[in-house]
């Protein structure tokens, strides 16, 4: 059975750092491409990082430079270090098993298949 366990989320101020924690089971990480997603009260998802099989790590504008997604092959696990947190970071993230990645005009776009239940991340001004 395919399990995402996430953990780390917190309440902090802004300017300063979070890392997040995603324990998977049931399947081997490295062998997939895993994003981290973020939802915000009232807006969609949005997906934050990600990184393939082959270790190639990606980011949107909005978080690139401040976020970093890494793995540990060896515990199967998934992390974000977030930093220079912003109020508009605050959401609740998730780490998710891609199953598609499609280039368009406004970007990349990804589809899903396992969600792990989310953990929240909140910073205050």
């Known amino acids: 059975e395919v399990q995402l366990v996430e953990s780390g989320g917190d309440m902090v101020q802004v300017g300063g750092s979070l890392r997040l924690s995603c324990a998977a089971s049931g399947f081997t990480v490295s062998n997939y491409n895993m994003n981290w997603v973020r939802q915000a009260p009232g807006k969609g998802p949005e997906w934050v990082s990600a990184?393939?099989?082959?270790?190639?790590?990606y980011y949107p504008d909005s978080v690139k430079g401040r976020f970093t997604i890494s793995r540990d092959n060896a515990k199967n696990t998934l992390y974000l270090q977030m930093d220079e947190l912003k109020p508009e970071d605050t959401a609740l993230y998730y780490c998710?098993?891609?199953?598609?990645?499609?280039?368009?005009?406004?970007?990349?776009?990804?589809?899903?298949?396992?969600w792990g239940q989310g953990t929240q991340v909140t910073v205050s001004s």
């Open positions: 990184i393939h099989s082959n270790g190639r790590t």
């Open positions: 998710a098993r891609v199953t598609t990645t499609t280039m368009t005009a406004a970007g990349r776009s990804y589809e899903y298949d396992f």
